[in-house]
Structures are given as structure tokens and as C-alpha cells.
């Protein structure tokens, strides 16, 4: 408790710090706007970005708004931002796996900024099945029998699902099946899997703790059906007019892939709530927070 404490008197100060120079025009166009209002996220149900959108949050509130998080799968986050339900999306992966939303609702949405450089996804195999052989995804078919012909998941209509689809069909693996999952339950299946030295085969992305947290390795993917890109902040259309302050802070706010990883490990593998973790980082790092909102 008393850490807490502590941890919300330093953002506290970091935003009285903020509100000073705010007030005192040293921030070019954002000088003229009083920040007020709600911004409403959507929050797919994946660790990285349940962290990265409370590290936001938190922000926001100090400048002044209220914020709210809405749990839902990312293609209905998407539908939602284009009829001008919600406001924000901060797990854009473009190009590659959200590259069917952007076709779809693209041309009433905000790409508004990249917040995460330099990703990676495809399919991971665990190191002793990558040193049996299987070191790239056309490897796949002459070891049918060991994988039971299963790729595990993670949930129905997500990005890499429909990418995962995509490979099924490139690398002529027809008679595989592609098993609709969690990440949660996904992770436990190769971790099972992985203390009993059973094959299996799983898509995912970087940056993620998998890997920190098991000795997975990526396959080679020769035919590109998996495409490494970058994640952008998406928005509403019209949310630079109604809310200026917030849209200037989102057009700055960008971390590291490391950074990412780092939370996710704390959130999805230590068990930490994503709002302290957030709290946290923000005491931790003033200097980034008024680079972002000034």
C-alpha cells in the first residue's frame, strides 16, 4: 500500500509538472486546448495491448480525461471505430495481420501514428522440434503424423488466424486443422506440451513473453505469407477535431518492442494488474511522459 501511495503521488507530480508547462505555452499547438471529455479504447483480449492501453490511460487522466476500456475482439473494435463508436485502438498491425480490417473499414478510420516499431509473426515450433527438422513452415507437411495435423490458435477472426488460414492453404496443408483457442489456453496447451516433449506448432507474434518465457524458435517462411510491419494507433474518424490534446498525445506515443515484451512478461506472466504495472512505468519514465503530451 504504501508503494502504491508513493507511486501515485510521483504521477501526480509528473502531471502537475505537465499542467505548469500547459499553462505556460511552451508546447506549441497544444497550448490552446483545455482537455476534456471521454476516450473510449478498444481492448482485445491480448495481453500487450491491455498493458500498453492502461500505460495511455493513465496519461490521458492526468491531462484531464476521463478514459474506458472495451473488452472486444478486434474485428469488432474495428467495426466499431468506423461507425464512431469507440475511439481508439492501440494494436494495429500493419501491414500483415490487420491488413483485411484496413480493406474493409479503412476508409473510415484514422491511421494515426506507428506506436510500436518492427514486428514479427508466423508459426513457432519448440527448439527440440526445430532441431528434429522442422525449421520452416514448407518443413510442416513431412511431419504431419508428429503434430497431429493440428495448428493451435488463438481466437476465431483474429489477424493471425486469418493469416494462419492463408499459410494452411500456401504450404498445402489441407488436411490440417487450425484449432480456434485463447492465448491464454494456447499457451498453457505448449507449455503442457513442452514439459512432456510432444510436437506442436502454434502462430505468434512478436513482441510477445513466449518467448522469454519458453525456448520457442520461428520458422522460416519462405512463400511471405506472414509479413513483419509495425503497430499503429487507429482511431475514429473526426477525433483530432473533438478531442485535439488527446489526439496530439496519440500521434507521439510510441515504445519499443522490448518495452512491450517487458510488460506483457509482468501482466501475462507474473500476474501483475496491468493499471499498477502501468502507474509504474509512467513514475518510471517522466522524461517520455512529457516528450508524449507536450
Not at 512491450?260 to 512478461?265: A, D, L, N, T
Not at 493499471?275 to 512529457?290: C, F, G, S, T
Request: charged content about 25%.
Amino acid at each position: 500500500m504504501l508503494k502504491s501511495k508513493k507511486s501515485l503521488i510521483s504521477i501526480g507530480t509528473i502531471f502537475l509538472v505537465l499542467a505548469v508547462v500547459l499553462n505556460t505555452g511552451c508546447i506549441g499547438q497544444m497550448e490552446e486546448w483545455e482537455p476534456e471529455g471521454t476516450i473510449e479504447f478498444g481492448l482485445p483480449p491480448w495481453p500487450g495491448v491491455t498493458v500498453k492501453t492502461e500505460v495511455a490511460r493513465v496519461i490521458l487522466e492526468g491531462m484531464g480525461y476521463e478514459t474506458v476500456g472495451s473488452s472486444l475482439d478486434v474485428g469488432i473494435v474495428y467495426g466499431e471505430m468506423a461507425e464512431g463508436n469507440i475511439d481508439v485502438l492501440l494494436a494495429s498491425w500493419l501491414p500483415g495481420l490487420h491488413t483485411p480490417y484496413i480493406d474493409e473499414f479503412g476508409d473510415r478510420l484514422d491511421l494515426v501514428h506507428i506506436n510500436m516499431p518492427l514486428t514479427w509473426d508466423g508459426l513457432v515450433v519448440p527448439r527440440y522440434v526445430y532441431e528434429a527438422g522442422v525449421q520452416s513452415i514448407d518443413d510442416l507437411p513431412d511431419y504431419a503424423d508428429e503434430f497431429d495435423r493440428r495448428i493451435v490458435g488463438i481466437e476465431p477472426g483474429a489477424g493471425i488466424m486469418i493469416k494462419t488460414e492463408a499459410a494452411i492453404d500456401a504450404y498445402g496443408l489441407d488436411d490440417w486443422t487450425l484449432v480456434s483457442s485463447s492465448a491464454p489456453a494456447q499457451l498453457a496447451e505448449l507449455d503442457a506440451a513442452i514439459e512432456a516433449g510432444e510436437w506442436i506448432v502454434i502462430p505468434k507474434w512478436k513482441p510477445h513473453s513466449a518467448f522469454i518465457v519458453f525456448d520457442i524458435v520461428e520458422l522460416d517462411d519462405p512463400l511471405d505469407v506472414y509479413e513483419e510491419g509495425e503497430v499503429w494507433t487507429v482511431a475514429r474518424l473526426g477525433l483530432d477535431e473533438d478531442h485535439p490534446a488527446a489526439y496530439a498525445f496519440l500521434q507521439k506515443f510510441q515504445i519499443s518492442p522490448e518495452t512491450q515484451s517487458e510488460w506483457i512478461y509482468q501482466y501475462a506472466d507474473l500476474g501483475r494488474d496491468p493499471r499498477e504495472i502501468a502507474e509504474e512505468w509512467v513514475n518510471d519514465n517522466p522524461d517520455k511522459v512529457i516528450e508524449w503530451t507536450t
